[in-house]
T-cell receptor
Framework: GAVVSQHPSWVICKSGTSVKIECRSLDFQATTMFWYRQFPKQSLMLMATSNEGSKATYEQGVEKDKFLINHASLTLSTLTVTSAHPEDSSFYIC?????????????FGPGTRLTVL | AQKITQTQPGMFVQEKEAVTLDCTYDTSDQSYGLFWYKQPSSGEMIFLIYQGSYDEQNATEGRYSLNFQKARKSANLVISASQLGDSAMYFCAMREGYAFNGGSQGNLIFGKGTKLSVKP
């Protein structure tokens, strides 16, 4: 299957700083990418849907000014957690859907573990 | 109402035995897809198996099979001949409203997951 990478795999930062997480589709083009958040022992919660060249669509309750998403190319989407606080500590997972792919092709990145001190 | 319900927070199975992980779903759409993912402790989401709402036969992928009962809105995952490496979280997910021509519309909605532990 296709490969989705995330960078960094883990990050520790101080409260108040901003953190950028990259999501790349390595061997396919992804018109649509998704950002999920997962708290320990919980399910994945969709935060936003990112479409190349347009603004992201955020789920209800997700602050778009805090979680900035940029899908600048068909292979790269970034999530920036601005002014991070300890409650933002979580596991962030991106997923990419292949352009022109069949309905069952959605590939996940390995995740980024964010710890805010 | 929850779209995806996984009623088993945790399951134990003896190595080499089969295990069934339950999943029920709720949708009013006629077109939808059902997915199972495995998440080991490393955190990556590994796609296991897919069932389309119009697929008449149950999906199978190696040791994984999906017991699709449309009228009951259930999509249970069956793992045969369990291995120690199968120990992980398992998530059932649904995507609503995709088109027949392959155009994907909806997002994946996940259940709360089942933690499977395989005993040697």
């Amino acid at each position: 299957g296709a490969v989705v990478s995330q960078h960094p795999s883990w990050v520790i930062c101080k409260s108040g700083t901003s953190v950028k997480i990259e999501c790349r589709s390595l061997d396919f083009q992804a018109t649509t990418m998704f950002w999920y958040r997962q708290f320990p022992k919980q399910s994945l919660m969709l935060m936003a849907t990112s479409n190349e060249g347009s603004k992201a669509t955020y789920e209800q309750g997700v602050e778009k000014d805090k979680f900035l998403i940029n899908h600048a190319s068909l292979t790269l989407s970034t999530l920036t957690v601005t002014s991070a606080h300890p409650e933002d500590s979580s596991f962030y997972i991106c997923s990419a859907r292949e352009t022109g792919g069949t309905y069952n092709e959605q590939f996940f990145g390995p995740g980024t573990r964010l710890t805010v001190l | 109402a929850q779209k995806i319900t996984q009623t088993q927070p945790g399951m134990f199975v003896q190595e080499k035995e089969a295990v069934t992980l339950d999943c029920t779903y709720d949708t009013s759409d006629q077109s939808y897809g059902l997915f199972w993912y495995k998440q080991p402790s490393s955190g990556e989401m590994i796609f296991l198996i897919y069932q389309g709402s119009y697929d008449e036969q149950n999906a199978t992928e190696g040791r994984y099979s999906l017991n699709f009962q449309k009228a009951r809105k259930s999509a249970n995952l069956v793992i045969s001949a369990s291995q120690l490496g199968d120990s992980a979280m398992y998530f059932c997910a649904m995507r609503e409203g995709y088109a027949f021509n392959g155009g994907s519309q909806g997002n994946l909605i996940f259940g709360k997951g089942t933690k499977l532990s395989v005993k040697p």
